[in-house]
């Protein structure tokens, strides 16, 4: 049954609303306790005393329950999933706008975005990284699908971090001010060598 409310009826919307207040949290206790690989949808529909189907209505995805919890912007699981869903070619242009983009939006860094869900840093970084090794990492290197496909996605990494750091974090010139198309002018090419050129 729909959890949103017609006009008119503000008990069956404060119904959905508490729900959801119960599903982030539940999700926010159990990604700290169990990560983001140990934590289900049904775990969490559970430990907030809901169904799953309410838990998938208002978060989408595990992805969206997981950046809903973490107050990542909600425009980075779909985000990621139109980086995979064009396959191997062009994809080191599309990982560098998707990161860019989403982090454009955010008023916040990249680790700044957990601390309010994880008690300690050391946590958040954890649960942050727990995330780019399943959702991003190990899907590039599954694309890949050679010997060395862990360590071309790990190289990926190493340049979306240094972009992060710079532009994010130091905030140094020219990087922090350059336009988001030229820095995948510049960098897509990178991180598309990394994925697919010669070793």
Known sequence: MSEHSPAGRPGRWRSGAESKRRILEAARALFRAHGYGGTTVRAVATEAGVDSAMVFYFFG??????????????????????????????????????????????????????????????????LLREFIDREVTGRLAALLDTPDAAVRAGMVNVQLLGLTVTRYVLRLEPIASASVDELVSRFGPIAQHCLTGPR
């Open 61 to 126: 995805t595990k992805q969206g329950l997981f950046a809903a919890a973490t107050e990542m912007s909600a425009d980075v699981p779909p985000a990621l999933e139109a980086v995979f869903d064009g396959g191997l070619d062009g994809i080191g242009d599309r990982i560098v706008r998707t990161l860019l983009e989403s982090l454009d939006k955010s008023d916040r860094t990249p680790l700044v975005t957990l601390t309010r869900s994880a008690p300690t840093h050391d946590q958040s970084e954890t």
